[in-house]
């Protein structure tokens, strides 16, 4: 799928829109393990995933990786105080397998908005999507159970159990591989 197309579905473009849109993007491939992003550096780019795997994380004061989002086919990923603040980042974006992402440049984004008028709502409801995804899984960590956290992460991102690794979803559900494993064993029982 063309960024074009993911657009397509949120609001109206031309033939001509679409065409600057996918010309202002860049399609890059990332090998499993390489970093678009590390800490430290300014996020350049937002990344639209075309095809495989990403994880978006940071290290806590222990040294342990704290796992924010994936990304698979379809979705966006990065540091987006980053990208717009053009302040140091404090997360890594990692591929988890072998993978091919569209990037856009904060100017050229800026300069797609001024454009084509109609990407500025088109990029509402994508945040709208982000802030409410966020808000859930903010409540997911505070409101629910291991238990409940793995259930509902095998509902939303089903997917995503074939290309991350167990320890990465542990992270992300806030317990311990240990943890993941008894449930897991758990569910299996059932």
């Not at 709502?121 to 966020?134: C, D, M």
């Not at 095998?154 to 591989?177: M, N, R």
Request: with cysteine.
């Amino acid at each position: 799928m063309m960024v074009s197309e993911y657009f397509s579905k949120l609001v109206e473009l031309s033939t001509e829109e679409k065409n600057l849109i996918d010309n202002s993007f860049e399609l890059k491939s990332f090998s499993k393990g390489d970093f678009p992003l590390r800490s430290g550096e300014v996020c350049e780019s937002e990344f639209f995933v075309k095809k495989g795997c990403l994880k978006n994380y940071y290290i806590d004061f222990q040294g342990n990786e704290i796992i924010l989002s994936f990304a698979i086919e379809h979705w966006w990923i990065g540091d987006f105080e980053s990208f717009n603040r053009r302040t140091p980042s404090k997360m890594f974006v990692e591929a988890l397998e072998d993978s091919e992402v569209y990037t856009i440049s904060y100017n050229k984004k800026q300069q797609l908005l001024k454009d084509i008028p109609q990407l500025e709502r088109a990029y509402r409801i994508l945040l709208e999507r982000h802030l409410q995804n966020y808000q859930e899984r903010i409540y997911s960590v505070l409101a629910l159970s291991a238990q409940e956290r793995y259930e509902r992460f095998l509902e939303k991102y089903a997917k995503l159990v074939q290309c991350v690794p167990q320890y990465s979803i542990a992270s992300f559900l806030g317990v311990t591989p240990e943890t993941l494993s008894r449930i897991r064993a758990k569910q299996t029982k059932k």
